[in-house]
């Protein structure tokens, strides 16, 4: 996974996964990859999942009316959720500030970024937008 800066979309992974998105009609793209997450074992949670939750993440809060950060790296996920307003559901909600949880604690994404503030306060700020 390549990546440049602590955002959910500042790598590889994640800005594919966007790209995978465009062709969903509905939140089970990013219900299945959060779920995905939910259903693995601590030591199972490798980088590329935990950056895919994470952008899965991001499109929770932005549903919401709380984008982060928007930019080149975001576009496409910013056009989809224009082009589906939906709320989510409390569940999927829920959910995505667990997934939040679990990449922080416990993923290979959290050993890459081990002591890094930058990109804790990111989660942070991420967890909050989502978690409203």
């Known amino acids: 996974m390549g990546s440049w800066g602590t955002g ?3 790598n590889d992974t994640a800005c594919d996964w966007s790209n995978d998105l465009l062709d969903a009609e509905d ?10 997450v939910h259903e693995l074992d601590d030591d199972e949670l490798d980088a590329d999942l935990g950056a895919e939750a994470l952008a899965a993440c991001e499109v929770v809060a932005r549903l919401q009316g709380r984008a982060g950060r928007k930019d080149a790296n975001t576009a496409i996920v910013d056009c989809w959720v224009r082009a589906h307003p939906v709320r989510p559901p409390a569940e999927l909600v829920e959910l995505a500030t667990h997934v939040i949880d679990r990449v922080v604690q416990v993923s290979e994404l959290a050993q890459r970024w081990q002591g890094d503030q930058t990109w ?3 989660m942070q700020d991420l967890r909050r937008r989502v978690a409203g």
């Open 8 to 10: 959910a979309f500042d």
């Open 27 to 36: 939140l089970s793209f990013v219900q299945d990859t959060l779920s995905s």
């Open 120 to 122: 804790r306060a990111s």
